[in-house]
């Protein structure tokens, strides 16, 4: 009697989300879209928030600084030891 009340309350839930997914109502598009907005936009707004967001240049030019140090001492380090 037990596992046939859990069984039919499982089947219940899933027919409805089911109809919840598949109906196509504006309200449960809505609905949906806002839940997958907070899903992705929370933690997005907690990775980036206190960054300056940078351009592609601004990478390129520190990549290219970054490079040329490198280059630039490593013979001096080459003849150190």
């Known amino acids: 009697m037990g596992s046939e009340s859990t069984g039919n309350a499982g089947?219940?839930?899933?027919s409805?989300?089911?109809?919840?997914?598949?109906?196509?109502?504006?309200k449960h598009v809505f609905v949906g879209m806002a839940i997958i907005g907070v899903v992705f936009g929370v933690p997005?707004?907690?990775?980036?928030?206190?960054t300056k967001q940078r351009s592609h240049q601004d990478y390129m030019e520190k990549a290219d600084r970054a490079r040329s140090e490198?280059?630039?001492s490593s013979p001096s380090s080459v003849k150190g030891s």
């Open 70 to 72: 490198r280059l630039s």
């Open 16 to 26: 409805r989300m089911e109809y919840y997914m598949y109906s196509g109502d504006k």
């Open 44 to 50: 997005w707004y907690f990775m980036t928030r206190g």
């Open 11 to 14: 089947s219940t839930f899933r």
